[in-house]
T-cell receptor, first 111, second 116 residues
Framework: GDSVTQMEGPVTLSEEAFLTINCTYT??????LFWYVQYPGEGLQLLLK?????DKGSNKGFEATYRKETTSFHLEKGSVQVSDSAVYFC??????????FGSGTRLSIRP | GAVVSQHPSRVICKSGTSVKIECRSL??????MFWYRQFPKKSLMLMAT?????????EQGVEKDKFLINHASLTLSTLTVTSAHPEDSSFYIC????????????FGPGTRLTVL
């Protein structure tokens, strides 16, 4: 079945560092791909998405490119801030109208 | 963007009681809503898919008699945890599709349930 695998955390970086959180997927078709962010004590917020190969989703300085050849959707940001500290979930939308989530990566940014 | 609310945000109850959690789409009609459960420092586990006007579809291993789901209107779905026990303590999150049929789900802020 479909699945999403993302790098395990926690990830701790200094402010203004470069961020990469890896995510790969398996799917029978061509799913839409998402990154969601969860701040402490809150629900999930859609951060960005891409619906087809080579699409780049971007928001708030974060970017991710849908790579069909490597079945990946890695999240990147050039300069992280303390306010980016949160848990990040990679997800794919399956044909059964269900979202499949990765295990989540906790990101902590030091001032 | 689309807004989904949940009520209550936190609830503490005694073992054996039932708790109802509401999920509302505030500015759109949601024909389909989803209920998730999230354990501490874990990912979201899909519990059930709730379709307006019909019975919910439960994921394998989820007790439908314990987690009652009702989707009475296009803007409201409720999850009732019946005869709650401490192991039911968790963070419950709902989500909804916009009626336009996009692949994006919008999530509620979650409800923290603590069963004493």
């Amino acid at each position: 079945g479909d699945s999403v695998t993302q790098m395990e955390g926690p990830v701790t970086l200094s402010e203004e560092a470069f961020l990469t959180i890896n995510c790969t997927y398996t799917a029978t078709g061509y799913p839409s791909l998402f990154w969601y962010v969860q701040y402490p004590g809150e629900g999930l917020q859609l951060l960005l998405k891409a619906t087809k190969a080579d699409d780049k989703g971007s928001n708030k300085g974060f970017e991710a490119t849908y790579r069909k050849e490597t079945t990946s959707f890695h999240l990147e940001k050039g300069s992280v801030q303390v306010s980016d500290s949160a848990v990040y979930f990679c997800a794919s939308y399956s044909s059964a109208s269900k979202i499949i989530f990765g295990s989540g990566t906790r990101l902590s940014i030091r001032p | 963007g689309a807004v989904v609310s949940q009520h209550p945000s936190r609830v503490i109850c005694k073992s054996g009681t039932s708790v109802k959690i509401e999920c509302r789409s505030l500015d759109f009609q949601a024909t389909t809503m989803f209920w998730y459960r999230q354990f501490p420092k874990k990912s979201l586990m899909l519990m059930a898919t709730s379709n307006e006007g019909s019975k919910a579809t439960y994921e394998q291993g989820v007790e439908k008699d314990k987690f009652l789901i009702n989707h009475a209107s296009l803007t409201l779905s409720t999850l009732t945890v019946t005869s709650a026990h401490p192991e039911d303590s968790s963070f419950y999150i709902c989500s909804a599709f916009t009626r336009g049929g996009t692949d994006t789900q919008y999530f509620g802020p979650g409800t923290r349930l603590t069963v004493l």
